[in-house]
């Protein structure tokens, strides 16, 4: 159950920030979404963040550690495209890495 990708007029700039994200996203709704081996969690699309059992938390885990660091933001931005939220138990986690990738640590 896919839900369909949002339009350009679905991002609208508040000027809050240092660098406008507006860009970023209108390059979201024009470009497909990338996949990363990761097709099986779009049964999880429209699920609340809080509502994985610990199994269904631990195939996040799986990708999650098998993703490139440096691709981890990516793989963050592809679930939120296709609406799956993260779990709750990972969202630390994947932010953890994701910071290593900016600060330029591991690959």
């Given at each position: 159950?896919?839900?369909?990708?949002?339009?350009?007029?679905?991002?609208?700039?508040?000027?809050?920030?240092a660098?406008?994200?507006?860009?970023l996203?209108?390059?979201?709704?024009?470009?497909?979404?990338?996949?990363?081996?990761?097709?099986?969690?779009?049964?999880?699309?429209?699920?609340?963040?809080?509502?994985?059992?610990?199994?269904?938390?631990?195939?996040?885990?799986?990708?999650?550690?098998?993703?490139?660091?440096?691709?981890?933001?990516?793989?963050?931005?592809?679930?939120q495209?296709?609406?799956?939220?993260?779990?709750?138990?990972?969202?630390?986690?994947?932010?953890?890495?994701?910071?290593?990738?900016?600060?330029?640590?591991?690959?």
């Amino acid at each position: 159950m896919r839900q369909d990708k949002p339009s350009p007029e679905d991002f609208i700039c508040c000027g809050q920030h240092a660098v406008c994200e507006k860009e970023l996203l209108m390059k979201a709704v024009t470009e497909p979404i990338d996949y990363f081996d990761d097709e099986e969690l779009d049964r999880f699309s429209g699920r609340e963040a809080d509502s994985y059992n610990e199994d269904e938390e631990e195939e996040f885990r799986e990708v999650l550690y098998t993703t490139l660091t440096r691709e981890v933001p990516d793989w963050l931005r592809s679930l939120q495209l296709r609406g799956i939220e993260l779990p709750t138990g990972l969202r630390d986690e994947a932010l953890m890495l994701a910071e290593e990738r900016n600060e330029g640590g591991v690959q």
